[in-house]
């Protein structure tokens, strides 16, 4: 158990739907980013917010919006869902707000965009 | 922009063999290279992570090695047992402010048959 949690496990919508992934880190950590996993592909970073205030983005799309609040917790919003959207979104913690710090990653949320 | 390839894409090897994962980036500004493995059904966990200021690191059945100037790194396991049977991810990050981000490789499907 990382320490990072997740919830829902497993989400299932239709196209066009709009969705709420949340997260909470380890505690301590300040640092919370996101990743999507499609089906035999790597991870793909998604964006990084570090004690409220977005640090990085990656290949976001613009219908995907992030946000990490007060008590650290984050979510991770995708609307206007397409097939493509279906894969597992995991999160991970680490303490910094660099990425050589180590990250723990939660158990994800697997998306299913019928 | 950067980029990581990772190869092979499927490893099997028979118990007790040593199994190695390359990996090659792109941004000769990457210093931080960590390995993270992923059980099936779980997040991604790390392994073994190295700095550029280090050409080789080991933990036990474990090492890591890197070549700054080729831009290639690789993961050895040496004595696998079953339960290292996994996806292995290779990725690197620069940390650089406002880029600070870990891109990782495709994955590496490693099968060790008892």
């Known amino acids: 158990d990382s320490g990072v949690t997740q919830t829902p496990k497993h989400l299932i919508t239709a196209t066009g739907q709009r969705v709420t992934l949340r997260c909470s880190p380890r505690?301590?950590?300040?640092?919370v980013y996101w990743y999507q996993q499609s089906l035999d592909q790597g991870l793909q970073f998604l964006i990084h917010?570090?004690?409220?205030?977005?640090?990085a983005k990656g290949n976001i799309l613009e219908r995907f919006s992030a946000q990490q609040f007060p008590d650290l917790h984050s979510e991770l919003n995708l609307s206007s869902l397409e097939l493509g959207d279906s894969a597992l979104y995991f999160c991970?913690?680490?303490?910094?707000?660099?990425?050589?710090?180590?990250?723990?990653f939660g158990p994800g949320t697997r998306l299913t965009v019928l | 922009g950067e980029n990581v390839e990772q190869h092979p894409s499927t490893l099997s090897v028979q118990e007790g063999d040593s199994a190695v994962i390359k990996c090659t980036y792109s941004?000769?500004?990457?210093?931080?290279f960590p390995w993270y493995k992923q059980e099936l059904g779980k997040g991604p966990q790390l392994i073994i992570d190295?700095?550029?200021?280090?050409g080789e690191k080991k933990d036990q059945r474990i090492a890591v090695t890197l070549n700054k100037t080729a831009k290639h790194f690789s993961l050895h396991i040496t004595e696998t047992q079953p339960e290292d049977s996994a996806v292995y991810f290779c990725?690197?990050?620069?940390?650089?402010?406002?880029?600070?981000?870990?891109?990782f490789g495709t994955g590496t499907r490693l099968q060790v048959f008892p």
């Open positions: 917010y570090y004690n409220g205030e977005e640090r």
């Open positions: 505690s301590g950590d300040l640092s």
């Open positions: 990725a690197a990050s620069t940390f650089v402010p406002e880029t600070d981000k870990l891109i």
């Open positions: 991970a913690s680490s303490v910094g707000r660099l990425t050589n710090n180590e990250q723990f």
């Open positions: 190295i700095r550029s200021n280090v």
């Open positions: 941004d000769s500004a990457s210093n931080y």
